[in-house]
């Protein structure tokens, strides 16, 4: 089997990963969006955690990854609620962690580990994420996951080329086991486009108001029993047909609220709704020599970007609902 990734290209896949991918598991995050409840006020935003998932696969693949570390790249989303980081909030979890507490007990309630039984993989190694440098990394690091939902989103909502995708997967290089990158150019283009991710994307007035607004809307729902935890496992649309069955008033007035009607904007002052998201900064390392170093230590133009995400994060974001 052959699969084609929008990003990455086209690649042969061995039996496990075509197994694995075509797994009920797998299959169910081709309704979990990337990106929350943002499609639901923009359906141009409408990223899936699968897309993500595989081509976090791929990205490891084309790096050299072991066909190991592939299996967990793919897996590595496998636990995401509907709705993503939603949930998170919605259950106050400040770390936004909810999927990697419930990841274990999901997957052994899943057909992967059969799967991975069939093919003789480890499923303990695979699923302890610290095993696969590739894939994961602590913050400020570059690691597949990052690199992916940064390249695909900005790729995907028209923010970057093909050819600048190309060009930076290109200066893409192990080293030490890790991804580095070869030159600082190529550096301070990431640290520049990661920004324009997690912080004008992410703190988008619209991302903000629909991801804070499915948020009352599950906590409302909760606390109705109209849904509970274990629904959070539902595709985002599963989700909201519970919810929207219910005919609840007060419910389906909040539903009504997530529309691409909506208008906001931000506003320092007059505001409906105010966020602090996780900080996420970034730092890639550089190679130079026989040596690494990370771009912030070569390059003034990366130490002013990290500076005022920082200062960005910490003032977090205001939102003024219009209509």
């Not at 496990?16 to 969006?33: N, P, Y």
């Not at 995401?80 to 507490?101: G, M, P, R, W």
């Not at 480890?122 to 570059?142: C, G, H, S, T, Y």
């Not at 990661?194 to 809307?217: A, R, T």
């Amino acid at each position: 089997m052959y699969i084609e990734d929008s990003l990455y290209g086209r690649f042969e896949l061995e039996p496990v990963l075509v197994d694995l991918i075509d797994s009920d598991a797998v299959q169910r995050l081709k309704g979990v969006h990337q990106n929350g409840a943002s499609y639901l006020v923009n359906p141009k935003w409408k990223n899936t955690r699968y897309e993500h998932s595989v081509g976090v696969m791929c990205l490891i693949r084309l790096l050299g990854g072991s066909l190991e570390e592939q299996i967990a790249g793919l897996l590595h989303d496998v636990s995401h609620t509907a709705f993503s980081h939603v949930v998170d909030d919605a259950l106050q979890q400040e770390n936004e962690d909810y999927h990697e507490q419930i990841k274990e007990q999901m997957v052994m309630e899943s057909d992967i580990p059969s799967i991975l039984e069939k093919y003789q993989v480890n499923l303990d190694a695979v699923l302890e994420e610290v095993n696969w440098k590739i894939l994961e990394q602590p913050a400020p690091r570059l690691c597949a996951d990052r690199i992916d939902y940064t390249l695909r989103d900005l790729y995907e909502y028209g923010e970057i080329t093909k050819q600048e995708v190309e060009e930076f997967l290109q200066s893409l290089t192990l080293f030490i086991g890790r991804i580095h990158v070869k030159n600082v150019g190529a550096a301070e283009w990431f640290v520049d486009h990661y920004y324009q991710e997690v912080l004008d994307f992410f703190l988008h007035p619209l991302n903000i108001y629909s991801n804070h607004m499915m948020s009352e809307l599950l906590k409302a729902s909760l606390k109705k029993a109209i849904i509970t935890k274990e629904d959070f496992l539902l595709t985002d649309d599963a989700l909201l047909k519970l919810i929207e069955n219910s005919r609840d008033s007060e419910i389906l007035s909040l539903r009504n609220k997530l529309s691409d009607a909506v208008e906001v904007h931000v506003s320092e002052q007059d505001y409906n709704i105010k966020v602090k998201k996780k900080m996420r900064l970034i730092d890639p390392e550089v190679i130079v020599g026989k040596e690494s170093f990370p771009v912030s230590q070569l390059s003034n133009k990366v130490k002013d970007m990290n500076e005022k995400a920082k200062q960005r994060s910490l003032k977090g974001a205001k939102v003024k609902i219009l209509t």
